[in-house]
């Protein structure tokens, strides 16, 4: 321990001394403190504090002022050999944005690979506990001991302390954390607060004991002082024993975070000893982390080298580095509270200075925060025009709001930047009301153009408001003046939502700006599905991509995963607009929730009208005609719903917007039997969609004109409007939109299915998809009752198997549960199960099979009423082969290696022969259909794993199918396709001679398409 923790000490540079071209400021927070040459070694205490850093990833460090903490860290770091990152905080990290600027800054002295990772990340609108996150895990794994100092600056202020969680959440296990804080420290959120305990280094710990006491007090100015009194006297309180403010009257231990003995001593004892001059010098200056002459004469302050020369030769709790001045924080702390008690004209004209000071030293944000105090608007304005784009950049926006709200009074419309940082706060509060009055505001002094041509993200902010708001004629206006760049080309690409222009700009990759997200809001109304499915190329890209990818995610049919994925969202922050209003709305339609979709409408609206955003409410009310039609059948209202939309200029004006709405106005139609109108309103709508390739409605709007077309007579028609419909699913890269059009006309596939040559087309393999839909397949479950079907028969109640007395109990249940409607006539249960015997015995034995399976069901799950046996309908069964169908289904809906994954989960569960041991007629009926289904997916997933290049996988189901079915020609063929990929000349002559022995034995030969591809492979 330092024989005087506040005694002054020469300066001496360590081997952690941050970049020359970090900000002295920057640097300051970042420099572990210098040890004196008088420091005392505490082997205790060093020994104490290592042990926990080795034990423990975080350990805290608690005590009161004066308590010696800082000293304590900083020599057992030393002593630990590891790389230490050091970060001194004030009350300026309040400001969440600046303490991970400053955190990275201190990181990087030993991890140079973060630098820049904050500012990308922040620039692009991520949340400040995950940019947190982010750097935590950047260190990778690199051990690191990293000190947190004043720790309790940050205690009231619970965002800070969230980041500062988060990152200790995510921070790797080799990576040692100090934090050295006043007071107790609580994480309200974040791993970190659910951890039960964290070790404490604490007051009791850091107290001298008599024998430190009588090292320190012999180093001292005062060797004859009785160090056990002074132990006894302080509680072993460092700075009370050192600099004997025991003695002092009135004098407490310094426990609980009281200062004033600490206080009550320098006055007495150290500024006592000082001329008047030197003490108004050293109060005048205490604004000044370090003073210099040039910097105390900034101030006002005459004579300051004079001055300072003195009081080098007097015995100050401070070090000097050559003529530099740098009081201890707790000496400052002393000398700023004596400044606070100044008349406020000389502390107004201290912070002005200090202000002017800063400014020059290029320490702008910290030069607006001084101007602020000292009421001085004009140069406060001027200054913080300069730094606002900094503040923003790290998403402060409380910081920035503050400057707005105190500037006021003085600002101008001249002073660009504080207009642009009121827009994107106006943006990223979703305000677009707001945004819009603030660029009516500059148009009416005739400013719009002007702002608009200084800056690409200005103007782009300005014309995404008004796109909110339905200004067409002022978005065409601010786009045709804007300076190019990344943001403009996001609000040019937006416009192709609003109009046909058939050559749209191209849509390049994300910018790391907030209008990002307006690109990918593009992306996902434009039906580029897969590309929002595609993982950002940057991490700071995910916040942009995560609202639309949950669009994507719920178009495709991944029902579950958008949801869980909503969840999670909205667990963690607010969800947006976008996603609170209108996302909410359509999830809850597709898992079949009518009252919590109205109550999310009615909610949302709310909040769509409170942002000002016109375009967003017109399509709350396509929303709300959708949830009439699917859970009221109530076509008047959702007509009178999509009136709203027609009536107003944007859904007239906004081609996107009045194709989804036309899409719910002709299924409303055709329901109403109104053929004709709807005929006419789906022609335009599709025809808008294709000039516009706007795709994400255009497989259900192309299924419905189908069906408009042939009531009317127009089977030409018809049958193209379904080809458009495929084949936008087909871009769209699912077939979960077109399904479910198919779902409300299945007329439409029966008809294309008719006119399909092939067994194979993707008609047929849509045909099997839709007469699967009887079995839900987008939200799964957990099962009440689950029948272990494939391979052997197992009944399981809540996860235990039950055993029922009578074989038959089993085929009882299985039979049930494959029927629709869960039920059966005794008629049929005994046509089913004993093979159409109608007698007594199988009577009698039908009753006890039915006792035998209550006996190990809940009560009342099988129920016998009259004449017909039922399954409870709150009762839940999951059965091998529903999760089996279950799974081609929604294959079905996706593509590629999607596809292919689904269809193997599906597989895996049919192994083994369906309900074993039993020889049942409806048995072996079901065993045969299921066992065909299986060879039929086989075949495609073998395809499948060609197409996507998994070779060996295709190859090994290829053999699986022939040795079901040898006489599938298809296959043979894809066993020559394989045998190429591989250069086995022999392997596709042998494929081709056992497709023709296999052939040979129903009399016939390979196909001439088998007989080309062999020809073709072997030239």
Request: a negative charge; one cysteine or more.
């Amino acid at each position: 321990m330092a024989a005087r923790d506040l005694s002054d000490s020469p300066s001496t540079e360590t081997d952690d001394a941050p970049s020359p071209v970090t900000s002295r400021i920057i640097r300051r927070k970042v420099t572990p403190p210098p040890i004196s040459g008088s420091t005392v070694a505490r082997p205790r205490l060093e020994t104490r504090l290592a042990q926990l850093i080795q034990r423990n990833r975080i350990v805290c460090v608690y005590a009161t002022a004066g308590a010696g903490k800082t000293t304590a860290v900083t020599q057992t770091s030393r002593r630990l050999g590891l790389p230490v990152c050091w970060l001194s905080l004030d009350d300026t990290e309040a400001a969440t944005g600046r303490l991970l600027t400053y955190l990275e800054a201190a990181l990087a002295i030993q991890a140079p690979g973060v630098e820049g990772l904050v500012k990308t990340a922040l620039t692009a609108g991520l949340a400040h506990t995950e940019v947190a996150g982010m750097l935590a895990d950047s260190l990778g794994d690199r051990a690191l001991l990293l000190v947190l100092d004043n720790m309790e600056c940050l205690a009231a202020a619970p965002e800070s302390l969230a980041v500062v969680g988060a990152f200790l959440e995510y921070a790797p296990s080799n990576t040692r954390i100090i934090l050295v804080s006043r007071q107790e420290l609580t994480f309200a959120r974040g791993g970190i607060a659910r951890v039960a305990w964290l070790p404490v280094l604490g007051e009791a710990d850091l107290a001298f004991t008599t024998e430190e006491a009588a090292v320190a007090l012999s180093r001292s100015d005062s060797p004859d002082l009785d160090p056990e009194k002074a132990v006894a006297v302080t509680g072993g309180w460092v700075t009370g024993v050192l600099f004997e403010a025991w003695r002092s009257a009135g004098h407490a231990t310094g426990l609980g975070g009281e200062a004033d003995p600490l206080h009550g001593y320098l006055a007495t004892h150290i500024l006592a000893q000082l001329t008047q001059d030197e003490q108004d010098f050293l109060i005048s200056t205490a604004l000044l982390d370090e003073v210099t002459p040039p910097r105390a004469e900034a101030l006002g302050i005459a004579d300051a080298a004079a001055l300072l020369h003195d009081l080098r030769h007097k015995r100050l709790p401070a070090a000097w580095d050559g003529p530099a001045l740098r009081c201890h924080p707790r000496f400052r702390e002393y000398l700023l509270a004596r400044a606070n008690r100044l008349d406020g004209g000389t502390q107004r004209a201290l912070h002005a200075a200090h202000a002017r000071l800063l400014a020059g030293e290029k320490h702008l944000e910290e030069a607006v925060e001084e101007f602020l105090r000292a009421g001085d608007l004009d140069e406060a304005v001027t200054v913080a025009e300069q730094a606002v784009d900094t503040v923003l950049e790290r998403a402060d926006f409380s910081v920035a709001k503050r400057w707005l709200e105190q500037l006021a009074p003085v600002r101008r419309d001249d002073h660009i930047r504080l207009t642009g940082a009121e827009l994107m706060l106006a943006i990223s509060e979703e305000n677009y009301r707001l945004g819009v009055r603030i660029a009516d505001r500059l148009a009416a002094a005739k400013r719009r153009h002007e702002v608009a041509a200084s800056s690409s993200r200005l103007a782009a902010m300005m014309a995404w408001c008004y796109l909110h708001a339905g200004r067409l004629d002022d978005i065409k206006a601010v786009l045709a003046v804007g300076r190019f760049g990344a943001e403009l080309d996001a609000m040019q690409y937006c416009m192709t939502l609003l109009d046909d222009v058939p050559e749209r700009p191209a849509a390049g990759a994300l910018s790391g700006s907030p209008l990002d997200a307006l690109t990918m809001r593009v992306h996902y109304y434009h039906g580029n599905l897969t590309r929002l499915l595609d993982p950002p190329t940057s991490p700071w890209a995910i916040k942009a991509a995560e609202s639309w990818r949950l669009g994507a995610l719920l178009a495709m049919g991944h029902v579950d995963e958008a949801s869980a994925s909503y969840q999670a969202i909205c667990a963690g922050q607010d969800p947006g607009v976008w996603l609170y209003s209108l996302f909410s709305v359509e999830l809850l339609r597709r898992l079949g929730e009518p009252d919590q979709a109205w109550r999310a409408l009615l909610k949302g609206r709310e909040r769509l009208r409170a942002s000002g955003s016109v375009m967003l409410e017109l399509l709350s009310y396509v929303e709300e005609a959708a949830l009439e039609l699917r859970f009221n059948g109530d076509t008047a209202s959702a007509r009178a719903a999509l009136e709203q939309v027609r009536c107003h200029q944007v859904g007239r004006e906004y081609a996107f917007v009045a194709e989804s709405a036309a899409t719910w106005l002709g299924f409303a139609l055709l329901l109403d039997g109104d053929d004709q109108a709807a005929m006419r309103c789906l022609r335009q709508a599709v025809s808008s969609m294709q000039r516009g390739q706007r795709i994400l409605s255009l497989p259900a709007a192309a299924v419905y004109l189908a069906e408009a077309e042939w009531r009317s007579g127009n089977e030409e028609r018809s049958d193209r409007a379904a080809d458009l419909a495929l084949a936008a699913a087909a871009q769209q890269g699912s077939n979960h939109l077109l399904l479910d059009a198919l779902a409300d006309f299945p007329l439409v596939l029966s008809r294309r299915l008719d006119a399909a040559p092939e067994a194979d087309s993707p008609w047929h393999e849509l045909g099997r998809a839709l007469r699967s839909r009887g079995v839900a397949v987008t939200a799964p479950f957990a099962a009440t009752i689950q029948l272990t079907e494939f391979g052997r028969v197992a009944i399981q109640v809540d996860g235990r198997e039950v055993r029922p007395r009578i074989k038959k109990s089993y085929e009882l249940l299985a039979y049930l549960a494959a029927r629709r409607q869960r039920e059966a006539t005794k008629e049929e249960l005994l046509d089913a199960l004993f093979d159409g015997r109608h007698d007594e015995s199988t009577a009698a034995y039908l009753r006890q099979a039915l006792r035998k399976l209550r006996e190990v069901l809940p009560e009342d799950c099988v129920r016998a009423e009259g004449n017909r046996i039922r399954l409870d309908e709150h009762l839940v069964v999951g059965t091998d082969s529903g999760r089996f169908q279950c799974l081609v289904s929604e294959a079905a809906g996706l593509r590629g290696p999607d596809r292919l994954t689904t269809l193997s989960c599906a597989l895996s569960i049919a192994t083994g022969e369906y309900l074993p041991e039993f020889e049942s007629s409806w048995i072996e009926h079901r065993r045969e259909q299921l066992a065909v289904l299986c060879v039929d997916i086989r075949c495609e997933a073998a395809e499948l794993a060609f197409t996507t290049g998994d070779f060996p996988r295709a190859n090994a189901l290829v053999e699986e199918v022939l040795t079901e079915d040898p006489f599938r020609e298809s296959m043979w063929r894809l066993k020559m396709r394989v045998a190429d990929v591989f250069g086995d000349a022999d392997r596709i002559i042998a494929a081709y001679r056992g497709c023709e022995r296999a052939l040979g034995q129903l009399g016939t030969t390979p196909a001439s398409s088998t007989r080309k591809l062999l020809d073709n492979l072997r030239r």
